[in-house]
């Protein structure tokens, strides 16, 4: 069974550009998370999806927005990059939002310069 | 809001010494509790979990039991090895409620021989 997929893996970009990240979830579930990882701040709760509605937002400017598809997949947008923004950016994909348990993908680094 | 604290890294051991990662956290209700390690270079899995008071996870020779007296879910291990040199995450998600996971910053350990 494929795991979580993210791409792409690294990017470069530089300020004030826009940058699409893209996750394809476990087959059969329907719940992708984004989460930030940037450098000692741990995993920051970006977005939630499910059924192809968005279900929860953390404390993120609204340049960052995204969506699900009815495939289940799902796409990150950052516009109007900012240096802070360069990080890990690791998607999750759950088949049941009760339970926590979250199957990550390995991320993409974003660096911005 | 919920929250997670972990203890500082890095650590770092000998193999075969005794390993405890403290996490205490702050939540409503009765949350369920999770440790993820994240591999160098791979994305987070899950290692183990407890969803009520006094359970004790378990997981490849880890173990961690929920201390709703202390707010507490401290990861342990009798005997590391260098092969779990990794990031240990403490997470919790509210019970009964499909919601996000909230991560502790991580704590990294560095094992050596």
């Known amino acids: 069974e494929a795991g979580v997929t993210q791409s792409p893996t690294h990017l470069i970009k530089t300020r004030g550009q826009q940058v699409t990240l893209r996750c394809s979830p476990i087959?059969?579930?329907?719940?992708v998370y984004w989460y930030q990882q940037a450098l000692g701040l741990g995993l920051q709760f970006l977005l939630w999806y499910d059924e192809g509605e968005e279900r929860n937002r953390g404390n993120f400017p609204p340049r960052f927005s995204g969506r699900q598809f009815p495939n289940y997949s799902s796409e990150l947008n950052v516009n109007a990059l900012e240096l802070e923004d360069s990080a890990l950016y690791l998607c999750?994909?759950?088949?049941?939002?009760?339970?926590?348990?979250?199957?990550f993908g390995e991320g993409s680094r974003l660096t911005v310069l | 809001g919920d929250s997670v604290t972990q203890m500082e890294g890095p650590v770092t051991l000998s193999e075969e010494a005794f390993l405890t990662i403290n996490c205490t956290y702050t939540a409503t209700g009765y949350p369920s509790l999770f440790w993820y390690v994240q591999y160098p270079g791979e994305g987070l899995q899950l290692l183990l979990k407890a969803t009520k008071a006094d359970d004790k996870g378990s997981n490849k020779g880890f173990e961690a039991t929920y201390r709703k007296e202390t707010t507490s879910f401290h990861l342990e291990k009798g005997s590391v090895q260098v092969s779990d040199s990794a990031v240990y995450f403490c997470?919790?998600?509210?019970?009964?409620?499909?919601?996000?996971?909230?991560f502790g910053t991580g704590t990294r350990l560095q094992v050596t021989l």
């Open positions: 999750a994909s759950s088949g049941d939002s009760y339970t926590g348990e979250l199957f």
């Open positions: 087959s059969g579930h329907t719940s």
């Open positions: 997470a919790l998600i509210r019970t009964g409620t499909a919601s996000k996971l909230t």
